[in-house]
């Protein structure tokens, strides 16, 4: 069973779970319930215009 990890964290720091989905697209949507600013910059999800977190979805296989 695969499952999408949604990730922030702060360049060269340690990643911070924001929620575990059964899909890509509900991984995006606790991001964005998160962070109703985050915006895509130069291929990279990131939370605000500033930056303050960059932001990832990680797929895992896990088994059942």
Known sequence: MKVF???KFK???I???VGVTKS??????LLKK???Y???K???LISDSSATYLLNINE???EE
Do not use: I, L
Request: glycine share 8%.
């Open 42 to 44: 130069n291929g990279d």
């Open 24 to 29: 890509h697209k509900k991984a995006m949507e």
């Open 34 to 36: 998160e962070f109703p």
């Open 60 to 62: 895992y296989e896990m």
């Open 15 to 17: 990643e911070e779970f």
């Open 5 to 7: 990890v949604a990730v």
């Open 38 to 40: 985050m915006r895509e």
């Open 11 to 13: 360049p060269f720091g």
